[in-house]
């Protein structure tokens, strides 16, 4: 079991806006640690996506945005396309016996 | 542009050692500003962190596995390498090298090796 929870799938037709949540506790982003999204197509290594809760990389469209509030974190996706279809990840850092560096379960994101 | 390599057996039998090197191009493994690191995802499964490293060798590693894991590093090759000892079927994954940018809690995977499979099996 995930320090950080996801929902297993979410989905959304194109051109839709979707949301993808990442709860964790006050020892993880309760405590303040940013959470940072990682995108996942099959076959291929993790992408960061967005990191310190809001920030895109170069070259990461703005149809994508990050936000955090208290113990939990949200990756929103707008104007959906085809091409978003893929696993999210969130990740951030626990200092519980948890571990260090502590990831989401995963979310599958299916474009309709 | 940094990139980084994961090497090492793609089988390795119960009950042995896995090892691993992960090779940095295009940069220094010797960065005052970055930590290095493995996580792994079991087939179908989600990411995993294993442990990460400093230049210096501090390492951290993820407490469900410290007791059978080591991380270390070969600055004159610019490479790090992970020992997973006592393997079982439960360790097949694929196992990811990776950068982590900023400082401790802050730090995010922002490069990532394209991953090696590792199947334990006799």
């Known amino acids: 079991q995930s320090v950080l929870t996801q929902p297993p799938s979410v989905s959304g037709a194109p051109g839709q806006r979707v949301t993808i949540s990442c709860t964790g506790s006050g020892s993880n982003i309760g405590a303040g640690y940013p959470v940072h999204w990682y995108q996942q197509f099959p076959g291929t290594a993790p992408k960061l996506l967005i990191y310190?809760?809001?920030n895109r990389p170069s070259g990461v469209p703005d149809r994508f945005s990050g936000s955090r509030s208290g113990t939990s974190a949200s990756l929103a996706i707008s104007g959906l396309q085809a091409e978003d279809e893929a696993d999210y990840y969130c990740?951030?850092?626990?200092?519980?016996?948890?571990?260090?560096?502590?990831f989401g379960g995963g979310t599958k994101l299916t474009v309709l | 542009q940094l990139q980084l390599q994961e090497s090492g057996p793609g089988l390795v039998k119960p009950s042995e050692t896995l090892s691993l090197t992960c090779t940095v191009f295009g940069g220094s493994i010797s960065s005052t500003s970055h930590y290095w690191g493995w996580v792994r995802q079991p087939p179908g499964k989600g990411l995993e962190w294993i442990g990460s490293?400093?230049?210096?060798?501090?390492?951290d590693y993820n407490p469900s596995l410290k007791s059978r894991v080591s991380i270390s590093v070969d600055t004159s090759k610019n490479q790090f390498s992970l020992k997973v000892r006592s393997v079982t079927a439960a360790d097949t994954a694929v196992y990811y090298c990776a950068r982590l940018s900023g400082t401790d809690g802050d730090a995010a995977f922002d490069i990532w090796g394209q991953g090696v499979m590792v199947t334990v099996s006799s």
């Open positions: 490293m400093f230049y210096t060798g501090r390492t």
């Open positions: 310190d809760n809001s």
């Open positions: 990740q951030s850092y626990d200092y519980s016996l948890s571990g260090f560096w502590v």
